[in-house]
C-alpha cells in the first residue's frame, strides 16, 4: 500500500501517502471529477459529482449511490484555496442540492498537499474536525449513508449463522 | 455509535482494507451483527442514536407486545449498542457513550476509509496514461 504515515491529533486525522506517479497525475485525480468519482466513494457507494467547479471560489456537488440504487444526501465542497498541482483547502460537508450547507453541523476543513519525491509523488491529507460529531460527518460523507440498506442485505447470511 | 464503527469498519475490511482491521474485529462483530440481524433492532438502534427514548414510547412504535420490545433492547443491550437507564418511573435508552472508545473507532474508520481511497487512487495511477479517463 502506498500509505507511509498517519497521525491522528486530537481534532485532525493525517494520511500520508507515496505514489510512484508525478505530482501532475496525482493531482488530476482531484481535478477531474470523472477520476475523482472513481476513487472517493468506495465501489459499494461510488460517489457522483453532479458539479466540479474546481476553482476559487468554487463549488463541487456530490450524492453516493446504495447498493440497492439509492440516492444518498448531497454533499459539497467549498474550495478555499487551489494552487495547482500541490495545494488544495477544501470545506466540505452535507449540502443541499445547490451544495449550500444542509444540516446542523459545521464545515469539515480538508487540506491536501502534494510534492515530488524522487521516485513521483507524495500526498498528505489532512482533515479537522472539530468533535466526534464532526467526525461522525466525515464517516458519513464517506460512507455510511445507506448503510442501514447494505445491512438488510446481509439479513439471509446472518440468519445462517444465527 | 460503537456498533456503527465496528460494521462500517467490517465493511470497509471488507472492501479493501487487510487483515489488520479484520483481527480487531473479532467477537464483538459477530455480537454486533447479531444484534442488528433483526429489522426492529436496527430500527430501535436507529431511533436511540438519534436520540434517547424511554422504553414505553419506543414499544409503542412497533406492532408487537412491551415485553418483545423489551427483549429486542436486552439483546442490544448485551451487544454493547445500548445502554438502559432509570429516569423516575421511566426506562429510558440510550446510545452507548464511551467518548473515548467511541473517538478512536471513528478514527479507525476513518483511517479505513482514506486508506481505501488511496488504494483506489494507486489503481487509477497505475493504469496506462491516458486508459480509463473516458467513460
Sequence with gaps: ?162 | MVGWGVMCNQMVANVDAGAEVEAEIGAEIDRIFHALADRTRRDIVRRVIEREQNVTDLAGRYAMSFAAVQKHVAVLERSGLVVKRRQGREQVVGPVVDTIGRVRRLLDEYETLWRGRIGRMDAILGEAEGAQTER
Design chain 1, 1 to 162: 500500500m502506498p500509505v507511509t504515515d498517519t497521525t491522528r491529533e486530537a481534532d485532525a486525522f493525517t494520511v500520508v501517502a507515496e505514489f510512484p506517479a508525478p505530482v501532475e497525475r496525482v493531482w488530476e485525480l482531484w481535478a477531474d471529477p470523472r477520476k475523482l468519482e472513481r476513487w472517493w466513494g468506495p465501489p459499494e457507494y461510488p460517489a457522483t459529482f453532479v458539479r466540479h467547479d474546481f476553482t476559487v471560489p468554487g463549488k463541487s456537488i456530490y450524492y453516493m449511490t446504495s447498493p440497492e440504487g439509492e440516492q444518498t444526501d448531497y454533499a459539497a465542497w467549498g474550495f478555499i484555496e487551489i494552487e495547482a498541482p500541490t495545494r488544495l483547502e477544501v470545506d466540505n460537508g452535507f449540502s443541499d442540492a445547490d451544495g449550500n450547507p444542509a444540516g446542523e453541523l459545521g464545515w469539515n476543513r480538508f487540506s491536501v498537499r502534494i510534492e515530488p519525491t524522487g521516485a513521483g509523488a507524495r500526498m498528505t491529507v489532512r482533515a479537522g474536525f472539530g468533535s466526534p460529531e464532526h467526525l461522525e460527518q466525515l464517516l458519513g460523507l464517506g460512507m455510511l449513508e445507506g448503510f442501514l440498506a447494505a445491512l438488510t442485505q446481509t439479513d439471509a447470511i446472518l440468519a445462517e449463522g444465527a
